[in-house]
C-alpha cells in the first residue's frame, strides 16, 4: 500500500468566513495546518505517494508541500536550523490531479484512477483528524489487516444516535472491539434518524482495491445528487468482503467549527513547547 487519495477539492462553506480565501485544510491547528496532520498520519503508516484531488483555488496546498527555495535559504542563513528542518521534513511526493466539478466523494476518488492505476490504496479526508491512541496507528492496523484478510477496510467509530444522519453508517452483526475488523453486511450515507443499521459511523479513512475505480465509474448519483463512495463500496460489499475496522484513537471533525476548536484544544495541551502554558491558559478560563 503506497498511495492515498487526498480529496481537497470542497469549498468549505461550513467553514466560511474563514475558508473564504484560503482553503479550509490549511487553516492552522495550533502551529500546522490541519492537512498536515492528516498527511503525517499517513506517512506514519507506510504511505509514500500523496495524490491530491484539488481545485484551482487550492494552490497553497501544493505550495506548501512544496520546496521554498527562498525561504530555505534565508533560514539557512539566519542559522535557523530548528525551523529549516520543521518546514523541509514534511514533504512527501505528492501530485495533484483537478476536480473539475463538485459531484461528490465518490467523483473526486474517481479523479485519481490514472493516477492510482492498478494498484490498491487508501482515501483520508482530511476534515477529520484522528488522535492517534497508540504505535502503530489505526491506519497501519488497517493496511495490515487489508493485506492479511484480502478484505477491504472502513474505519468506524461509535456515536450517539441522533448523529447518524450526518455520516455513512455501516451494518454489522456487533460492534467489534476497538482496534478489531468485523465483516460488513452493508453501509448506507446518512440514514435517517431512526432507520440507521448501527450507531458505527464511517470516520473517513478508507483502504481499498484499485478495483472500486470501475464501480465509481458506474454508479448511479445517490444522497444530495452526488456520487457517493459509501455507495460504492457498498457495491463492492456484494462481490467480496468488505470489513469494518474499529478505531482505537480518538477523531476530531474539523468540518465543524465546534470539532475544529476540539482539535485545538487537544493539539494545544498535547504540544511538546507550548502544552504547559496552554495547559495553565486554559486553567486561567476555568474561574
Ligand atoms: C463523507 C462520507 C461519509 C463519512 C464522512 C466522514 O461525508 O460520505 O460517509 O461518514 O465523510 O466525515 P461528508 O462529510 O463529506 O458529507
Do not use: W
Request: hydrophobic residues 40%.
Amino acid at each position: 500500500m503506497r498511495k492515498v487519495i487526498l480529496p481537497v477539492a470542497g469549498l468549505g462553506t461550513r467553514f466560511l468566513p474563514a475558508s473564504k480565501s484560503i482553503p479550509k485544510e490549511m487553516v492552522t491547528v495550533v502551529d500546522h495546518p490541519a492537512i498536515e496532520y492528516v498527511v503525517k498520519e499517513a506517512v506514519a503508516a507506510g504511505i509514500e505517494q500523496i495524490i491530491l484531488v484539488t481545485h484551482s483555488s487550492k494552490a497553497s496546498i501544493e505550495n506548501y508541500f512544496d520546496r521554498n527555495f527562498e525561504l530555505e535559504t534565508t533560514l539557512e542563513n539566519k542559522n535557523k536550523l530548528d525551523l529549516l528542518k520543521e518546514i523541509t521534513e514534511i514533504l512527501p511526493p505528492h501530485v495533484s490531479v483537478r476536480q473539475p466539478q463538485p459531484l461528490g466523494l465518490g467523483h473526486a476518488v474517481l479523479c485519481a484512477k490514472a493516477v492510482i492505476g492498478e494498484d490498491d490504496f487508501a482515501v483520508l479526508l482530511p476534515d477529520v483528524l484522528v488522535k492517534d491512541s497508540d504505535t502503530p496507528n489505526d491506519l497501519s492496523l488497517m493496511i495490515q489487516r487489508f493485506d492479511k484478510a484480502q478484505a477491504s477496510q472502513i474505519m468506524v467509530e461509535a456515536l450517539p444516535e441522533y448523529l447518524v444522519d450526518q455520516y455513512g453508517i455501516v451494518d454489522v452483526k456487533h460492534s467489534p472491539n476497538e482496534g478489531e475488523s468485523i465483516v460488513m453486511q452493508g453501509i448506507v450515507e446518512k440514514p435517517a434518524i431512526g432507520t440507521a443499521p448501527s450507531n458505527l459511523s464511517v470516520v473517513g479513512r478508507y483502504v481499498l482495491p484499485a478495483k472500486i475505480m470501475q464501480l465509481l465509474e458506474n454508479i448511479p448519483k445517490g444522497v444530495g445528487n452526488e456520487i457517493q463512495l459509501t455507495d460504492a463500496i457498498a457495491m463492492l460489499q456484494e462481490t467480496e468482503t468488505v470489513e469494518a475496522y474499529r478505531m482505537k484513537g480518538q477523531t476530531f471533525d474539523c468540518g465543524s467549527k465546534i470539532g475544529y476548536l476540539k482539535a485545538v484544544l487537544h493539539n494545544g495541551v498535547d504540544h511538546p513547547k507550548l502544552g504547559e502554558d496552554f495547559k495553565t491558559l486554559i486553567k486561567e478560563l476555568e474561574l
